[in-house]
């Protein structure tokens, strides 16, 4: 039977990627330091998605098992599989790395020629590429040259909405009916497996910017407003008219700067941006503004949701002030629980905020936009509060 190694049991490992993994045929193996929740997985051996949306369903996820991402068994797994999909965030992919390499090393010594794809389901621009790039610090010379000729790095845009949503059974787990995976067709190596859900992308760089630009930037700023206004979820956020205005309009920016980029469809755009808003709206899944708005520094980060499509924007010469206001919210995000949003509004107290702009942002502090920025930044709180 075909296998499948999962690197992350957490709601989008069980939620998504190892769901489609295991319906396509796959058994699937999650790899994870959660102790509790593998040892949960070996003994049930299966698990419940629960599909929450306007038409709610159940989908029971068999032909699975979980091994310690740390120990020595998942060498042996990455020997036997056929696949390996990450869905454990970007700052853990070096963490995991060097157990892929021993993997591929292992499969190396033990001669085995059947092709093995890596694809990093993470919410980032290019992160199989990140974690390629990882996995090859720990391989000699020789393992790099047959990885080279062995081993595919395919990159991917992954879309789905999971909320960490507690149930009976701990591995059960709450997701939206909707979800897009497009993986970079050329990237495979052996030819690219057929996978029910799996859509392969020829101009994957368009498929990942059109999500982070539309849901992700949506999320965010709808999550930070609806923190600056106390409400506790998306759905609640999302129903506030100010909050409907600000959001909606900063995607139709976004959504500009895309079609000025790849050349997409104006008309057919605006109506994904109303289609990602009508997910957001979903009164089902209560997905809480703090867990769409933590580490707030990524997400302010040059590359990330925020900054970067509010830059493309203006390097089109279109408008840009929506987005500006949600730059700005993210900088009113205060969170005593979240590492990050400590570390932000620390930094903001000791520098000023347009120096601390421009260190988060890695925007010049000479650029006339970070004036822009602390203008947008004292706007959206007499807007919002």
Same mark, same amino acid.
């Given at each position: 039977?075909?296998?499948?190694?999962?690197? #992350?049991?957490?709601?989008?490992?069980?939620?998504?990627?190892?769901?489609?993994?295991?319906?396509?045929?796959?058994?699937?193996?999650?790899?994870?330091?959660?102790?509790?929740?593998?040892?949960?997985?070996?003994?049930?051996?299966?698990?419940?998605?629960?599909?929450?949306?306007?038409?709610?369903? *159940?989908?029971?996820?068999?032909?699975?098992?979980?091994?310690?991402? #740390?120990? #020595?068994?998942?060498?042996? @797994?990455?020997?036997?599989? @056929?696949?390996?999909?990450?869905?454990?965030?970007?700052?853990?992919?070096?963490?995991?790395?060097?157990?892929?390499?021993?993997?591929?090393?292992?499969?190396?010594?033990?001669?085995?020629?059947?092709?093995?794809?890596?694809?990093?389901?993470?919410?980032?621009?290019?992160?199989?590429?990140?974690?390629?790039?990882?996995?090859?610090?720990?391989?000699?010379?020789?393992?790099?040259?047959?990885?080279?000729?062995?081993?595919?790095?395919?990159?991917?845009?992954?879309?789905?909405?999971?909320?960490?949503?507690?149930?009976?059974?701990?591995?059960?787990?709450?997701?939206?009916?909707?979800? @897009?995976?497009?993986?970079?067709?050329?990237?495979?190596?052996? #030819?690219?497996?057929?996978?029910?859900?799996?859509?392969?992308?020829?101009?994957?760089?368009?498929?990942?910017?059109?999500?982070?630009?539309?849901?992700?930037?949506?999320?965010?700023?709808?999550?930070?407003?609806?923190?600056?206004?106390?409400?506790?979820?998306?759905?609640?956020?999302?129903?506030?008219?100010?909050?409907?205005?600000?959001?909606?309009?900063?995607?139709?920016?976004?959504?500009?700067?895309?079609?000025?980029?790849?050349?997409?469809?104006? *008309?057919?755009?605006?109506?994904?941006?109303?289609?990602?808003?009508?997910?957001?709206?979903?009164?089902?899944?209560?997905?809480?503004?703090?867990?769409?708005?933590?580490?707030?520094?990524?997400?302010?980060?040059?590359?990330?949701?925020?900054?970067?499509?509010?830059?493309?924007?203006?390097?089109?010469?279109?408008?840009?002030?929506?987005?500006?206001?949600?730059?700005?919210?993210?900088?009113?995000?205060?969170?005593?629980?979240?590492?990050?949003?400590?570390?932000?509004?620390?930094?903001?107290?000791?520098?000023?905020?347009?120096?601390?702009?421009?260190?988060?942002?890695?925007?010049?502090?000479?650029?006339?936009?970070?004036?822009?920025?602390?203008?947008?930044?004292? @706007?959206?709180?007499?807007?919002?509060?």
């Amino acid at each position: 039977m075909k296998r499948a190694i999962q690197f #992350g049991a957490g709601n989008i490992g069980r939620g998504f990627i190892g769901a489609v993994l295991s319906e396509a045929g796959y058994h699937v193996v999650f790899a994870d330091v959660n102790m509790e929740v593998i040892d949960r997985i070996n003994k049930d051996g299966a698990y419940t998605v629960h599909i929450m949306d306007v038409e709610s369903r *159940d989908v029971r996820i068999s032909n699975i098992s979980g091994v310690d991402s #740390g120990g #020595g068994e998942i060498v042996d @797994e990455i020997v036997r599989a @056929e696949i390996i999909t990450t869905a454990v965030g970007l700052r853990i992919l070096p963490f995991i790395a060097p157990a892929i390499a021993k993997g591929i090393a292992a499969r190396r010594a033990a001669g085995v020629g059947e092709p093995l794809n890596v694809i990093a389901c993470e919410n980032g621009i290019r992160a199989t590429s990140q974690l390629r790039e990882e996995v090859y610090k720990h391989l000699s010379t020789e393992e790099a040259a047959w990885c080279d000729a062995h081993v595919g790095f395919a990159d991917c845009s992954v879309d789905r909405i999971v909320p960490p949503v507690r149930s009976e059974n701990p591995i059960d787990v709450v997701v939206e009916n909707f979800y @897009e995976w497009n993986v970079e067709e050329k990237s495979f190596v052996g #030819g690219a497996p057929h996978i029910e859900g799996m859509n392969l992308a020829d101009n994957l760089l368009a498929y990942i910017e059109r999500k982070l630009f539309t849901l992700n930037t949506g999320h965010a700023i709808t999550a930070y407003l609806g923190r600056m206004k106390g409400l506790a979820t998306i759905d609640e956020s999302i129903a506030d008219p100010a909050i409907f205005a600000i959001v909606k309009e900063a995607m139709q920016q976004s959504g500009q700067a895309l079609v000025e980029k790849f050349g997409f469809d104006r *008309d057919a755009h605006f109506k994904y941006i109303d289609k990602i808003i009508g997910r957001f709206k979903n009164p089902y899944l209560k997905d809480d503004v703090t867990r769409v708005g933590r580490e707030p520094l990524r997400k302010l980060s040059s590359t990330d949701r925020l900054v970067k499509p509010m830059m493309t924007a203006r390097e089109y010469g279109l408008p840009c002030d929506k987005l500006l206001l949600g730059i700005g919210a993210a900088l009113h995000y205060n969170n005593p629980e979240d590492p990050q949003s400590v570390k932000m509004q620390e930094l903001i107290a000791a520098k000023g905020l347009r120096q601390a702009v421009s260190e988060i942002t890695s925007i010049p502090a000479t650029d006339p936009v970070i004036e822009e920025i602390a203008a947008a930044t004292a @706007e959206v709180e007499k807007r919002i509060r």
